[in-house]
């Protein structure tokens, strides 16, 4: 349940700004085409360091790299919330990112080595099902959050879960002892292949801009 907690968390981040994000513009001072990458400047680092988060947890152990990339996560929700201007907000968003990186397949680790045969089958599943019921629940939590309390809110709401979370883990999921650790981090891949989704991504919204007609 509290591994489930968190990576609805983390794929709920990646579509609750939608919804804010005009509301989020106007207060920050941003432009159209700025205003999207507060979405961007969270899924670059969260999709390009999968990977390499995955490695960190089949050297260091995934319990240890959940509770890492949860506190990581959490910390940036927390400052995120009180961010003032695109710079603070676009680098909060980033280090989200990581942190969702480092969680993620740290949680996907620690159920597959607790579940085996039928049971693990039925965890993939419901693992699956979170998220898949994150990104569609994204939408609307953050249309609510953004009617009520403001666009803020869909930050801070992640820290009272990341610290629940965070406090009770150590007591349902045992560390598991590193066996194996084979070969070393491939630091200059993670960084490549961030900086490739990056550089991608902004190619194509730049030439999106520069299609559209002058007013």
């Given at each position: 349940m509290l591994l489930a907690a968190?990576?609805?968390m983390l794929?709920?981040?990646?579509?609750?700004?939608?919804?804010?994000?005009?509301?989020?513009?106007?207060?920050l001072g941003l432009e159209r085409a700025l205003s999207g990458w507060?979405?961007?400047?969270?899924?670059?680092?969260f999709g390009g360091l999968l990977l390499f988060g995955g490695r960190l947890a089949?050297?260091?152990?995934?319990?240890?790299?959940?509770?890492?990339?949860?506190?990581?996560?959490?910390?940036?929700?927390?400052?995120?919330g009180f961010a003032d201007n695109a710079s603070s907000l676009f680098a909060t968003r980033a280090?989200?990112?990581?942190?969702?990186?480092?969680?993620?397949?740290?949680?996907l680790a620690t159920v597959t080595s607790r579940f085996t045969g039928a049971d693990r089958h039925r965890a993939l599943a419901a693992w699956g099902a979170v998220g898949a019921v994150g990104a569609a629940v994204g939408v609307l939590i953050g249309g609510i959050?953004?009617?009520?309390p403001g666009w803020r809110w869909i930050f801070f709401i992640n820290v009272p879960v990341g610290v629940v979370v965070a406090v009770l883990l150590p007591f349902v999921v045992r560390a598991v002892p590193v066996l194996r650790r084979g070969r070393g981090l491939d630091i200059l891949g993670a960084f490549l292949v961030t900086?490739?989704?990056?550089?991608?991504?902004?190619?194509?919204?730049?030439?999106?801009?520069?299609?559209?007609?002058?007013?």
């Open positions: 968190a990576q609805f794929i709920l981040d990646v579509t609750v700004l939608n919804v804010a994000l005009p509301q989020l513009g106007a207060e507060a979405i961007t400047a969270y899924v670059i680092p089949d050297l260091f152990g995934s319990r240890r790299m959940f509770l890492i990339g949860l506190t990581l996560f959490t910390a940036a929700s927390f400052f995120a280090v989200q990112g990581v942190g969702a990186a480092l969680l993620s397949p740290a949680a959050l953004t009617d009520g900086s490739a989704s990056g550089s991608l991504i902004y190619g194509i919204t730049s030439i999106g801009d520069g299609a559209r007609p002058a007013r």
